[in-house]
């Protein structure tokens, strides 16, 4: 499964804005559960928040990805947002976060789920394809951007 086969270009989007961590966590669960109903939606923000009570998906360098197990997903389905002005989210490096892929996997995706982590921790590893994203002029040349990512790694 690869990161790309997660996202569709409705669920990547510029210039979001969020006054808190929780408000982004709504925001992106939203996106996720993409029409599914309000009851999808309400697992998705519970176990994105759960797993942030954890501890914080904030990697560092503006980054985070918020992740969780939800009841009742058949498939994994992620969102990217670019968000207008960073936000504090408890990064390990205390550095507000501007960039989010979120993702809700089924409960029983234990492995898929750490591969995708993976593939993430990748990708934002990058400095450079991160300031890259920060450029984009608009979605989509963000998921331009995200689609070539993949497809370069995913062929080495």
Wanted: hydrophobic share 45%; with cysteine.
């Amino acid at each position: 499964m690869l990161l790309i086969d997660l996202l569709t270009p409705a669920r990547t989007s510029v210039g979001v804005s969020a006054t808190s961590k929780k408000r982004l966590l709504e925001t992106l669960a939203a996106s996720l559960a993409d029409g599914q109903g309000e009851a999808c939606e309400r697992a998705i923000f519970d176990s994105l928040f759960a797993r942030e009570k954890l501890g914080s998906t904030g990697l560092g360098h503006g980054v985070a990805i918020p992740h969780g197990r939800t009841p009742g997903l058949s498939n994994a389905i992620g969102a990217f947002v670019r968000l207008s002005d960073g936000i504090d989210f408890g990064a390990i490096d205390g550095a507000p976060v501007d960039l989010v892929f979120a993702m809700a996997v089924p409960e029983h995706f234990s492995h898929q789920h750490l591969v995708l982590l993976s593939q993430l921790a990748e990708m934002f590893g990058d400095s450079g394809f991160c300031q890259r994203l920060r450029s984009a002029p608009d979605s989509a040349s963000l998921y331009a951007l995200l689609a070539d990512w993949q497809l370069t790694h995913a062929a080495a």
